[in-house]
């Protein structure tokens, strides 16, 4: 029953993001070859399927797996111990992040200076160093508004000393690393540590730490941006050409994707195990159960991740390209803001993350905010965002004159938002950016860029510098989203609360009457005149 009812609400939330694809690859600009249309098929079938078992397993794996270790650290006593293995897990659930994975590859096609691996741990090193801190600040009990204030005060500063074709891919990288696998176990370890470490013990400080730890990627990759045009003698040599293929062999993708699945997921399970045979000691039915459930998890995620390389790398360099095409009217390519709003929103409704956060956050209000509200509102967002991504895009517009603003909005905004909400719409921020977004809106992009340049000629910006920021825009359209839902829903609590008191209030004077009447009833009765 469970996988029929994952398996429905997959399909129908994937949906738009399917029907975009028809209408454009097969009636706007039909493809050459037949063959394409089976890997989209494929792909599309394989992405529902893949995700319906990668739910599943999560909620018996993963999910418990992150509750139990944050549960249980409060077993060693010493902070230091604590803040080490928040580092650690944050780390080894980032370092082979499907959705990370990509962004290294599609960075080193079109920059072969950047080194992928280099990349990946210099992200995951981000995430692990602020995973650590966010951890402390609950122990601590610091205002996380002040914490985020301060933090993004710092990243905006260091931006005037990065070199300007690290900028957008900083803020992508930083949403590609909170992903399918980062953010269960990130999320579920803050769960355990607020739960019995933290001084309030509230529902605020079970949310933060995704949004906290998102920044760690932006100043490492900044930091990374610097020191690698430093060792380049002051310049950043020219982007190259983007060009993902298109892939043939389902089983191929299938036998490499192996590993990498295996590294993403093997090391958060080994790293449990000193946890369970030490610490937590789970009987040994359970302990199997979890066991059974990572497999699922791993299988699931595999088959993910394959069929959107098979199937919707190449289709989002596809449509980003032929809205460009010198052979259709000069309005043709405005469409392209109508197709990314779609797809933006589409490709959130479908993001295995994005559906964890819903989850949890109904869970933990006692489903006062419920899974499908907060799912809409971050699609509603993420569509503004893929808008104004197209937008720069087309227009090549520097991408902080959008970022700053956008940023600044989403900071003041936290003055009138509840702590819960404004932990929530900066983890969501960071949840948006998973591997079906890297794998899909990103090769849109960089096509739309790489058909701009070509046809701008001279002068225009390059592929990295214009192509990279979808995940950006990503990442803080949530921040004003989310922060928004949260200011009408305190507004409708506090109406409700207003009401409530009115209609107690209204109670009581009814019983005062009544009681007064009584009385005098009773005077009469008595022979007494009132």
């Given at each position: 029953?469970?996988?029929?009812r994952?398996?429905?609400?997959?399909?129908?939330?994937?949906?738009?993001?399917?029907?975009?694809i028809?209408?454009?690859?097969?009636?706007?600009a039909?493809?050459?070859?037949?063959?394409d249309?089976?890997?989209?098929?494929?792909?599309?079938?394989?992405?529902?399927?893949?995700?319906?078992?990668?739910?599943?397993?999560?909620?018996?794996?993963i999910?418990?797996?992150?509750?139990?270790i944050?549960?249980?650290?409060?077993?060693?006593?010493?902070?230091?111990?604590?803040?080490?293995?928040?580092?650690?897990?944050?780390?080894?659930?980032?370092v082979a992040?499907p959705?990370?994975?990509?962004?290294?590859?599609?960075?080193?096609m079109?920059?072969p200076?950047?080194?992928?691996t280099t990349?990946?741990?210099?992200?995951?090193g981000?995430i692990?160093?602020?995973?650590?801190?966010?951890?402390?600040?609950?122990?601590?009990?610091m205002?996380?508004?002040?914490?985020f204030?301060?933090?993004?005060?710092?990243?905006?500063?260091?931006i005037?000393?990065t070199?300007?074709?690290f900028?957008?891919?900083?803020?992508d990288?930083?949403g590609?690393?909170?992903?399918?696998?980062s953010?269960?176990?990130?999320l579920?370890?803050?769960?355990?540590?607020?739960?019995t470490?933290?001084?309030?013990?509230?529902?605020?400080d079970?949310?933060?730490?995704?949004?906290?730890?998102?920044?760690?990627?932006?100043?490492?990759?900044?930091?990374?941006?610097?020191?690698?045009?430093?060792?380049?003698?002051?310049?950043?040599?020219?982007?190259?050409?983007?060009?993902?293929?298109?892939?043939?062999?389902?089983?191929?993708?299938?036998?490499?994707?192996?590993?990498?699945?295996?590294m993403?997921?093997?090391?958060?399970?080994?790293?449990?195990?000193?946890?369970?045979?030490?610490?937590?000691?789970?009987?040994?039915?359970?302990?199997i159960?979890?066991?059974?459930?990572?497999a699922?998890?791993?299988?699931?995620?595999?088959?993910f991740?394959?069929?959107?390389?098979f199937?919707?790398?190449?289709?989002?360099?596809?449509i980003?390209?032929?809205?460009?095409?010198?052979?259709?009217?000069?309005?043709?390519?405005?469409?392209l803001?109508?197709?990314?709003?779609?797809?933006?929103?589409?490709?959130?409704?479908?993001?295995?993350?994005?559906?964890?956060?819903?989850?949890?956050l109904e869970e933990?209000?006692?489903?006062?905010?419920?899974?499908?509200?907060i799912?809409g509102?971050?699609?509603?967002?993420?569509g503004?965002?893929?808008?104004?991504?197209?937008?720069?895009?087309?227009?090549?517009?520097?991408?902080?004159?959008?970022?700053?603003?956008?940023?600044?909005?989403?900071?003041?905004?936290?003055?009138?938002t509840?702590k819960?909400?404004?932990?929530?719409?900066?983890?969501?921020?960071?949840?948006?950016?998973g591997?079906?977004?890297s794998?899909?809106?990103?090769p849109?992009?960089?096509?739309?860029?790489?058909?701009?340049?070509?046809?701008?000629?001279p002068?225009?910006q390059?592929?990295?510098t214009?192509?990279?920021g979808?995940?950006?825009?990503?990442?803080?359209?949530?921040?004003i989203?989310?922060?928004?839902l949260?200011?009408?829903?305190?507004?409708?609590?506090?109406?409700?609360?207003?009401?409530?008191?009115?209609?107690?209030?209204?109670?009581?004077?009814k019983?005062?009457s009544?009681?007064?009447?009584?009385?005098?009833?009773?005077?009469?009765?008595?022979?007494?005149?009132?």
């Amino acid at each position: 029953m469970k996988f029929l009812r994952t398996l429905k609400e997959v399909f129908f939330s994937s949906l738009p993001l399917a029907v975009i694809i028809v209408v454009v690859c097969g009636f706007i600009a039909p493809m050459e070859h037949f063959f394409d249309y089976v890997k989209l098929a494929v792909g599309y079938a394989g992405v529902v399927f893949g995700q319906v078992l990668f739910l599943i397993g999560l909620d018996i794996s993963i999910l418990p797996i992150g509750e139990l270790i944050g549960s249980s650290l409060i077993h060693l006593k010493k902070t230091v111990f604590i803040l080490f293995f928040g580092f650690l897990f944050g780390l080894l659930a980032t370092v082979a992040e499907p959705a990370l994975s990509v962004l290294a590859r599609q960075t080193h096609m079109i920059l072969p200076l950047v080194n992928e691996t280099t990349f990946i741990w210099i992200m995951g090193g981000g995430i692990g160093v602020f995973v650590g801190f966010s951890l402390y600040r609950v122990l601590k009990d610091m205002n996380i508004k002040l914490v985020f204030v301060a933090l993004y005060v710092l990243t905006f500063t260091l931006i005037i000393f990065t070199p300007e074709e690290f900028i957008a891919l900083a803020f992508d990288g930083s949403g590609a690393t909170t992903g399918d696998i980062s953010v269960p176990f990130i999320l579920a370890l803050g769960i355990g540590v607020a739960a019995t470490m933290s001084k309030n013990k509230s529902v605020e400080d079970t949310f933060g730490i995704i949004g906290l730890a998102s920044v760690g990627p932006i100043l490492s990759l900044f930091l990374y941006g610097i020191v690698l045009k430093a060792m380049n003698g002051g310049v950043v040599p020219p982007a190259g050409l983007y060009d993902p293929g298109a892939a043939e062999d389902f089983l191929g993708i299938v036998l490499s994707n192996l590993g990498d699945v295996a590294m993403a997921l093997f090391p958060v399970v080994i790293c449990f195990l000193p946890f369970q045979f030490l610490l937590i000691k789970l009987p040994r039915r359970e302990f199997i159960r979890m066991l059974v459930g990572t497999a699922v998890v791993y299988v699931g995620l595999l088959i993910f991740l394959s069929s959107i390389d098979f199937g919707f790398a190449f289709a989002g360099k596809y449509i980003g390209e032929i809205f460009l095409d010198p052979a259709r009217p000069g309005w043709f390519k405005w469409l392209l803001l109508l197709v990314g709003f779609i797809l933006g929103a589409a490709i959130t409704l479908s993001e295995p993350a994005v559906t964890v956060l819903g989850e949890q956050l109904e869970e933990i209000t006692n489903g006062h905010v419920k899974k499908m509200m907060i799912r809409g509102t971050l699609a509603a967002g993420i569509g503004v965002a893929a808008l104004i991504s197209m937008v720069k895009i087309i227009t090549q517009i520097d991408i902080l004159w959008f970022l700053i603003p956008l940023y600044v909005v989403s900071l003041v905004m936290m003055k009138y938002t509840s702590k819960l909400f404004v932990s929530l719409a900066f983890d969501s921020g960071g949840v948006t950016g998973g591997a079906l977004t890297s794998a899909f809106l990103t090769p849109l992009t960089l096509g739309t860029a790489q058909a701009v340049a070509a046809t701008a000629g001279p002068g225009a910006q390059s592929v990295l510098t214009n192509g990279f920021g979808i995940i950006a825009f990503i990442s803080v359209t949530p921040l004003i989203a989310v922060q928004a839902l949260g200011i009408l829903y305190d507004l409708q609590l506090k109406k409700t609360q207003e009401s409530m008191l009115a209609n107690e209030l209204a109670g009581l004077e009814k019983l005062a009457s009544l009681a007064a009447q009584a009385e005098e009833a009773g005077s009469v009765k008595n022979g007494q005149r009132p």
